[in-house]
């Protein structure tokens, strides 16, 4: 580190700026990360059940382009949080996927996939194909940006700011 003055509150900023670029960070890549392995759940389980494809290449390449590149941009700018100098320093031997975090990736993702795939289910079923897929890209587009708020804070959606 490079002191470019003798105050010593400089380091105090330093650290803090350091600590909130950590956080988005590790909030842009576990957003990305479980919406990818929901997308995945989604066409992987639809063509393991034998069903047609739940999403068309196109519907996927609209939900990778525009409802997960967005929030997770939105994630790596958030502002820091109140209480981010008051936790414990981080462990340097740690990754950024430490502390359970591939846990929730895999659990979030597979609800997310899961969910899109019954909603698919239930339009295919009983309004046909087209209809079925509509609402599997709908229910997947929207889950994601509810997704995006949740990742925003560690405490519950329903605790955290929304603005």
């Known amino acids: 580190m490079v002191l470019t003055d003798d105050n010593f509150v400089t380091i105090v900023e330093a650290v803090k700026h350091g600590r909130s670029i950590y956080d988005n960070i590790r909030k842009a890549i576990h957003f990305l990360i479980a919406t990818n392995v929901g997308e995945i759940v989604t066409i992987f389980m639809g063509l393991l059940l034998g069903m047609n494809s739940p999403l068309l290449a196109i519907q996927l390449l ?21 209480d981010v100098m008051n936790r414990k320093p981080k ?24 969910l899109t795939l019954l909603v698919y ?43």
């Open 62 to 82: 609209w939900i990778n382009l525009v409802t997960d590149s967005f929030p997770a941009i939105a994630l790596g700018l958030e502002p820091e949080d109140k």
């Open 91 to 114: 462990d340097a031997r740690k990754g950024i996927f430490s502390d359970g975090l591939w846990g929730k990736i895999f659990v979030e993702g597979t609800m997310l996939g899961m």
């Open 121 to 163: 289910s239930f339009g295919n079923k009983y309004y046909g194909l087209e209809v079925g897929r509509t609402m599997a890209f709908v229910t997947l587009g929207m889950i994601e940006m509810v997704h995006s708020f949740n990742i925003r804070s560690e405490e519950s959606i329903f605790k955290a700011r929304i603005i």
